[in-house]
T-cell receptor, first 115, second 113 residues
Framework: ETGVTQTPRHLVMGMTNKKSLKCEQHLGHNAMYWYKQSAKKPLELMFVYNFKEQTENNSVPSRFSPECPNSSHLFLHLHTLQPEDSALYLC??????????????FGSGTQLSVL | DQQVKQNSPSLSVQEGRISILNCDYTNSMFDYFLWYKKYPAEGPTFLISISSIKDKNEDGRFTVFLNKSAKHLSLHIVPSQPGDSAVYFCAAKEGGSQGNLIFGKGTKLSVKP
């Protein structure tokens, strides 16, 4: 298994659908992240979990709902999304808590299209 | 307003020559900087980092230079290879375990044979 695995790789959904993105890390890390990458924009941090506790919610609309049942798994539940939410959603993990060692390990991402 | 800026969306370089990717930042509290590389259909992967106590860090063909007074850093790739063709993201964070990475928009590097 690779370090950080995301499923599905591609997702097409209508605005009334409910879907979930899944992320799993096999690196023994204790922090997990959701990032959004839109065309011609920087990677935007959405949520951070440290030791399963949400420590950051970067003003993300409530139609995105994260869940972190344990330090290896992270979900992003989606409902009533808008077309402008179409983007690449990246999961990452890190060994948090150590100065100067916040290297992130990313999954391959889920390319989401909202119709 | 963007705290980390990569003003060149793309760069084209001949194989064997030097590639220089630039990054500017506005937050003087940033003290740790990283470069990530991203191939299509893959997530970004860590490339090289530098802390603010240094002005240069080298790893094989990759060197990062930091100019704190100018709030500028650059990534040098020498010699450039076609396999280096990718999008390169600059990222920065404030000191301490609570700081989160702030990314730039990325620069797409094309290395031509």
């Amino acid at each position: 298994e690779t370090g950080v695995t995301q499923t599905p790789r591609h997702l097409v959904m209508g605005m009334t659908n409910k879907k979930s993105l899944k992320c799993e890390q096999h690196l023994g890390h204790n922090a997990m992240y959701w990032y959004k990458q839109s065309a011609k924009k920087p990677l935007e941090l959405m949520f951070v979990y440290n030791f399963k506790e949400q420590t950051e919610n970067n003003s993300v609309p409530s139609r995105f709902s994260p869940e972190c049942p344990n330090s290896s798994h992270l979900f992003l539940h989606l409902h009533t999304l808008q077309p402008e939410d179409s983007a690449l959603y990246l999961c990452a993990s890190s060994q948090a808590g150590r100065l100067y060692n916040e290297k992130l390990f990313f999954g391959s991402g889920t390319q989401l299209s909202v119709l | 307003d963007q705290q980390v800026k990569q003003n060149s969306p793309s760069l084209s370089v001949q194989e064997g020559r030097i590639s220089i990717l630039n990054c500017d930042y506005t937050n003087s509290m940033f003290d740790y900087f990283l470069w990530y590389k991203k191939y299509p259909a893959e997530g970004p992967t860590f490339l090289i980092s530098i802390s603010s106590i240094k002005d240069k860090n080298e790893d094989g063909r990759f060197t990062v230079f930091l100019n704190k007074s100018a709030k500028h850093l650059s990534l040098h790739i020498v010699p450039s290879q076609p396999g280096d063709s990718a999008v390169y993201f600059c990222a920065a964070k404030e000191g301490g375990s609570q700081g989160n990475l702030i990314f730039g928009k990325g620069t797409k590097l094309s290395v031509k044979p």
